[in-house]
């Protein structure tokens, strides 16, 4: 059952939006910088650029910036409101550029327009952090950002498993219907509930997100409410209307409140959860705090700063909101203990994994960890009996490079009832039940976007010399993350571009033995008529080349081939004019991980997936890109 109840609050969004602005310039640090800046006193300038300040998380986020700059008597924030406008925005960026910032921090109101812009200033030498919403490509510094939908399906879950059998009747509150934000969460929560048996749906349309509208209307949907047994909206400030409406009404006692955002602060989620009016919060990390001990690390040229954070959303309740608000407060600390780390090395399979090891070994020992690597030699069994190990030594934490995705639940459950946690290190994990939270967090890179790459550069960079292109797909290994992932990335491109087909496909274990094997096998049972080689790692690139020119058939001449990793030896095959393209997957992630399990180990709140810096390169960069090369 599903029923619409629509009003309009312009008044009241508008009065909303000043207040914001007001508070937004009233509550920074606003200098007011001659010609080239003068930063007498001040070693640092963070220019933020926001998109706009009519949302509260964003005012929040203002609020947050300014706390933890506040802690650094030689460090400022001068901060912009672009109302929502690209142009205003792109305006504001050049006024702080000439306030003399040295590093941005930019929310974009428009992803795409805004892209060009973030470039230019990256490429200017300017550190860019950009927040929220990802501009495509890597032409900044860091992103960071929540997974809303993620926060939503979180937040349905909870519902569902709050109501049992039995079900029952849940008010959905939704605000703003142009709210990014708000339809990726109000996405997330109808995938997790709209077809669960017993539940029955009342959508409720406010057209604003604010106190006051999530409260009259509340009260007017009087009718509804009185027979809910849950009340769920998408932010802080609407759940505080509904709250504060169903003690109106004498329901508080009767309707349980379930929202997003968990931000701290008085009458705000998780205030509202101890309190015990509100029954439950997905937290969404405002990620301010994280920005500026980013921005502190980048400005101060230090390791382990990676590309991407991908903040994790958790549910509190009145079970652990003391212990999320610890988390929340903690500081990354030093404290000179030798942090014990058990890791489980998928095997040596090539040079990525060799160069992988050898940073994670040498990273080690510059951030005082005690490092105890087992080599499981493509292994899953090998990987359980180095865990089990682990968990019997006693390790701080345990860092694991999976073989494939799946089976891990029973060994990874051991690990949680032992207290030690585990960081996914290269390669992700399936649970079979995603809120046992039996993994920390992710580290290393997003294979799905190195598939879309590869496809994007044969889009732009393949000439088309006939109706269809025939694609060769050159896969890893069976049910191993990078191989599902990067194949799942080149088909979504794929599939957007027509005139391509991958005709041929088959595993290749990620080594230079098992490329050759693929076309050569292929070459055993049919004619050569494929125009294109998609590789899912170098290795298997460099053994297809191989098999190909001993049958007289020219790399990147008769086919283009196009692989992942970007090593020294696929930028040697590029030079030779062999191999067409590399995405790069940068296998040096040693000082994120040790810096991430430093910060584990002094109490933070992990993100849900921390993302290394990658980049494409081809043959027309080759030659200028080797000599740089460190793996």
């Not at 300040?53 to 008597?73: C, F």
Request: glycine letters at 8%; charged letters at 30%.
């Amino acid at each position: 059952m599903t029923e619409y109840i629509k009003t309009k609050w312009h008044i009241l969004a508008v009065l909303i939006a000043v207040a914001s602005l007001s508070i937004a310039l009233y509550g920074c640090h606003y200098i007011p910088f001659g010609e080239g800046g003068n930063k007498d006193g001040v070693s640092s300038i963070i220019g933020v650029s926001q998109a706009n300040m009519r949302e509260e998380w964003r005012v929040a986020l203002i609020n947050e910036l300014r706390e933890e700059t506040d802690k650094y008597e030689d460090i400022r924030i001068v901060t912009t409101d672009a109302t929502g406008n690209a142009s205003k925005q792109i305006q504001d960026i050049d006024n702080l550029i000439g306030f003399g910032i040295d590093l941005l921090i930019i929310s974009p109101c428009d992803e795409k327009i805004m892209g060009d812009k973030i470039k230019e200033v990256h490429d200017s030498g300017i550190p860019v952090i950009v927040m929220d919403r990802a501009v495509e490509g890597f032409d900044y510094t860091l992103y960071i950002g929540p997974d809303n939908e993620v926060i939503g399906q979180q937040a349905g879950n909870y519902i569902v498993n709050l109501l049992g059998e039995k079900g029952g009747d849940v008010v959905v509150l939704s605000g703003n219907p142009t709210s990014v934000q708000g339809t990726e969460r109000l996405s997330g929560f109808k995938s997790a509930v709209e077809n669960v048996k017993n539940i029955n749906i009342h959508e409720v349309y406010l057209g604003t997100e604010s106190k006051d509208a999530a409260y009259d209307m509340t009260i007017t949907a009087k009718r509804i409410v009185k027979d809910a047994d849950v009340v769920f909206t998408y932010s802080d400030s609407m759940a505080l209307g509904v709250c504060d409406a169903l003690r109106f009404m004498g329901l508080d006692k009767k309707v349980m409140t379930v929202d997003c955002d968990g931000f701290k602060g008085v009458d705000e989620g998780l205030d509202l959860v101890s309190q015990g009016r509100l029954k439950a919060t997905v937290s969404c990390p405002i990620g301010g705090k994280e920005a500026i001990d980013y921005a502190l690390s980048i400005l101060n040229n230090e390791s382990g700063v990676p590309k991407q954070v991908i903040l994790r959303s958790n549910i509190i309740d009145s079970t652990n909101v003391e212990e999320n608000l610890s988390r929340i407060n903690a500081e990354t600390a030093d404290d000179g203990r030798k942090i014990k780390v058990g890791y489980s090395q998928v095997g040596q399979e090539s040079n990525w994994r060799l160069a992988n090891t050898k940073s994670i070994e040498e990273s080690a020992k510059e951030f005082n960890i005690d490092l105890h690597m087992e080599i499981a030699d493509q292994s899953q069994e090998k990987q359980f009996e180095a865990i089990r190990s682990f968990i019997n030594e006693g390790v701080d934490v345990i860092v694991v490079s999976p073989v494939v995705e799946t089976g891990w639940d029973e060994v990874l459950r051991e690990a949680k009832a032992a207290g030690i946690p585990v960081i996914m290190s290269d390669r992700n994990v399936v649970v079979e039940n995603r809120e046992e939270n039996l993994t920390t967090t992710y580290i290393g890179a997003d294979f799905v976007e190195e598939g879309r790459r590869a496809m994007r550069w044969i889009r732009d960079n393949v000439s088309k010399t006939k109706d269809t292109l025939r694609i060769m797909e050159i896969m890893g290994n069976v049910g191993a993350s990078p191989t599902e992932e990067r194949d799942q990335g080149f088909r979504e491109i794929l599939l957007e571009n027509p005139g391509y087909e991958i005709s041929y496909s088959d595993y290749g274990d990620f080594t230079f033995e098992g490329g050759r094997k693929v076309v050569r096998e292929y070459l055993e049972n049919n004619e050569w008529d494929i125009d294109i080689i998609f590789s899912q790692n170098d290795d298997m690139a460099l053994g297809a080349i191989e098999e190909l020119k001993e049958h007289g058939i020219k790399p990147d001449v008769d086919v283009k081939i196009i692989s992942v990793d970007a090593t020294t030896e696929a930028f040697e095959a590029m030079v030779r004019g062999e191999l067409s393209c590399a995405v790069e997957c940068n296998p040096v992630i040693g000082p994120q991980l040790m810096k991430a399990i430093r910060d584990l180990c002094s109490g933070k709140q992990m993100p849900f997936r921390i993302i290394t810096d990658e980049k494409v390169y081809d043959q027309a960069v080759a030659d200028e890109y080797i000599r740089k090369r460190l793996y």
